[in-house]
């Protein structure tokens, strides 16, 4: 597909309605869990949990997850979260200079990387939809209050956009490099979700997608399931829990 891209204002929320129904509850279950289905819609054949890097300050370098475990002599698996592995605590930091991956982002040579294999795997490259959450204090988003479409998925807003695949990768705001948390296409072949509050992105498809993905060695992306945890005492492999 040529360079194009560009989010627009949708008029219509209409077509992010499927969400709210498709999505669970954050924490619904009850206790002190919170799992995968209330960020990643259920209903796709197959999903995978992208982890954004870290950046090791002794050697200034991107690092993957599973270096950090090595690293911190910890495991590496589907499930694992940042806090465990590296022993951190609260702090999100951990031993030898590793810095914490960013929050709510996914880098944007990765998600150039995903957009080069979610266009082969949807037959609506040019109509897909982006929710921008509304709680980036960015002022194109405040411009953007009464101009377009609003949805509201269960404890959190968004601003619905719509292009074609490679909007995914316009900037919400110029001077900062944030993208949408959640998009797909016009024919649901997949979903791509990143919470806000998470060091990684799901994405859900038909099993050929992800195992195209999950292949990928530019990506650093593991199996996953809507009934996975989510939360930050969700790594059942480490054994170290949030003091949150």
């Known amino acids: 597909m040529a360079e194009r891209g560009r989010l627009e204002p949708a008029s219509d929320a209409a077509p992010a309605r499927w969400l709210a129904s498709a999505l669970e509850k954050p924490w619904g279950r009850g206790g002190s869990a919170n799992y995968?289905?209330?960020?990643i819609p259920r209903g796709f054949a197959a999903y995978a949990r992208l982890f954004h890097p870290a950046w090791l300050a002794g050697e200034e370098r991107d690092i993957t997850w599973a270096e950090a475990a090595a690293h911190a002599g910890t495991r590496a698996h589907a499930r694992?979260?940042?806090h465990a592995i590296t022993r951190a605590g609260n702090d999100g930091g951990g031993p030898g200079?590793?810095?914490?991956?960013?929050?709510g982002r996914m880098p944007e040579r990765m998600l150039k990387v995903l957009v080069g294999h979610l266009e082969r795997h949807t037959g609506t490259p040019d109509s897909c939809c982006f929710a921008v959450w509304d709680g980036w204090g960015f002022p194109e988003l405040a411009a953007l209050r009464g101009r377009g479409a609003h949805v509201r998925?269960?404890?959190r807003g968004y601003f619905l956009m719509q292009g074609d695949i490679r909007a995914a990768?316009?900037?919400?705001?110029p001077l900062y490099p944030q993208h949408a948390s959640i998009w797909w296409p016009e024919d649901r072949a997949w979903c791509v979700a990143t919470e806000v509050d998470m060091?990684?992105?799901?994405?859900?498809?038909?099993e050929s997608?992800?195992?195209e993905i999950l292949a990928d060695p530019r990506l650093e992306a593991w199996p996953a399931s809507p009934d996975d945890r989510?939360?930050?005492?969700?790594?059942?492999?480490?054994?170290?829990?949030s003091r949150c």
């Open 36 to 39: 995968a289905a209330a960020v």
């Open 97 to 103: 200079g590793l810095v914490p991956p960013e929050a």
């Open 153 to 155: 998925l269960h404890d």
């Open 230 to 241: 989510a939360d930050a005492d969700g790594d059942d492999v480490n054994g170290f829990r």
């Open 199 to 206: 060091m990684w992105t799901y994405v859900g498809g038909s």
């Open 209 to 211: 997608c992800i195992e």
């Open 169 to 173: 990768l316009d900037r919400v705001s």
């Open 80 to 82: 694992m979260q940042w």
